[in-house]
């Protein structure tokens, strides 16, 4: 037996060692960004693009094929932030892109 405290879980209704708890905890509150094959994306990955895009405010076309490089999580599942030659702030749907 550990000297490790237990604590009362009051949403499972059960005893456990408290950093268990705490990982249960920390793991709720992560967001799971997935592309649109199921694969799981994580920051600083490279994706391409599935679909062409038209970016609004840019005046641009962004490409089927087109490499994304570096992404960043923004807390939404859906949504990835990253950068590209000539357009700033470009916020990308998870549903567009494939990891590579």
Known sequence: MSDEDYVFDEDS???MPASELAARRA????????D????????????TLIKDLDVKGAGQT???GTL?????????AQEIDCRFDGI????????????R
């Open 62 to 64: 962004l490409k089927r």
């Open 13 to 15: 209704g059960e005893w």
């Open 88 to 99: 700033k702030g470009l916020v990308l749907r998870a549903e567009f892109v494939r990891k």
């Open 68 to 76: 994304i490089k570096s992404i960043r999580l923004t807390g939404d």
């Open 36 to 47: 649109a094959v199921g694969n799981l994306l994580a920051d600083g990955d490279q994706v």
């Open 27 to 34: 793991a709720e509150g992560k967001v799971e960004v997935r």
